[in-house]
């Protein structure tokens, strides 16, 4: 069954589809995922450190983060997952209130940016995302909305309702699922008897694509194209993008507890995202030799200047968690917001 869904293919050997991404968008999104990979080093630092709590890096995965969010109208929803930070920023959330965020100062959310906040809970955004979907085609707007999850989250009753809805209503949203091998400790061969999780989609009446999740043009392309489909009234689209999980579930997790070192060596090396878009960029004479050293010293300089704007940042207010819920706070949470105010002002008696 699995060969039945060929993996889109735009980089190296195997390349099944041609390259149809601008150059200048090419380059952007090389830059972009430096910018995850340096940025994900970084916390996972600040996390040994104490200074920053459990954190789900995303090495190994950039490409399919930063190559499927460029491919949208900065105008289009987006439904991130814990671990989409990439995502977040390529879409327009700047990139200091993601480190804030990270650091338990900010939200994941900015008020210029069309995201929902991150969701912990799993595949529990996808309905959401569906429903967005279908707001903006019912208000006559031209923008789709965008799911981000996992492999494991395609085990959960919510992946198969926004599926369905999905498929019934021909809502305009791609359901893109980051198939990195391991749901924590689980891997894909114990959640489902399927040779594919894309297959799934077929059982919803849903276009299903399945891509090189490490070839980031791929990635690109294929959002693309589900994005014209869904407003050509072409309905959803479900993608699954083969990756890898290169580190931990999250800096709580121990990967060696449960997977054998030699499994990261057909994902490393010249088979890391990163390697394969520099060397194919400098193939295709986009950039130069001496440019990657050059954006890598870049996205190295940003992070250290957000993360030391973000340490020296106030504490998050108590009163945020009321923030962009409702239009209209209602009496209760009025008056619980005025109770949180009073707790934090200086005593009157003093």
């Known amino acids: 069954m699995a060969e039945e869904w060929p993996l889109y293919r735009v980089i190296g050997d195997g390349a099944n589809h041609p390259d149809r991404v601008e150059a200048e968008v090419a380059k952007r999104i090389y830059a972009q995922m430096v910018l995850l990979r340096t940025f994900d080093e970084k916390t996972i630092t600040l996390q040994r450190q104490g200074r920053v709590g459990t954190f789900p890096p995303s090495i190994g995965q950039e490409a ?108 305009p949203v791609i359901f893109f699922c980051q198939n990195n091998g391991w749901a924590i400790s689980v891997p894909v061969s114990r959640q489902t008897a399927t040779p594919t999780l894309v297959q799934k989609s077929q059982a919803y009446g849903v276009h299903g694509v399945r891509v090189d999740g490490n070839d980031a043009l791929a990635c690109y392309q294929v959002v693309a194209e589900a994005r014209e489909r869904a407003l050509g009234d072409g309905g959803p689209t479900m993608i699954e993008a083969l990756t890898y999980r290169i580190g931990p579930h999250t800096t709580a997790d121990d990967p060696t507890r449960y997977r054998p070192p030699e499994s990261l060596a057909p994902w490393t090396g010249d088979n890391d995202p990163l390697v394969r878009l520099a060397q194919y960029l400098v193939q295709r004479g986009v950039m130069t030799v001496e440019e990657p050293p050059a954006i890598w010293a870049e996205a190295r300089q940003r992070v250290n200047r957000a993360v030391e704007e973000a340490l020296n940042s106030p504490p998050v207010r108590k009163e945020a968690m009321f923030d962009s819920v409702y239009a209209e706070v209602p009496d209760a949470l009025a008056a619980q917001m005025e109770d949180l105010a009073e707790e934090e002002a200086p005593d009157a008696r003093n």
């Open 64 to 171: 399919a983060e930063i190559g499927s969010a460029a491919a949208l109208s900065k105008d289009d929803w987006m439904a991130p997952s814990y671990r989409d930070h990439g995502a977040l920023f390529m879409h327009g959330v700047p990139f200091h209130h993601v480190v804030l965020f990270a650091m338990g100062k900010g939200s994941s959310i900015d008020g210029e940016a069309f995201v929902l906040p991150s969701s912990i809970p799993i595949s529990s955004h996808l309905p959401h995302a569906v429903g967005l979907a279908m707001a903006c085609r019912r208000l006559g707007e031209e923008r789709v909305a965008i799911a981000y999850f996992g492999d494991g989250g395609t085990s959960e009753g919510d992946f198969h309702e926004a599926l369905n809805f999905a498929g019934v209503f021909k809502a």
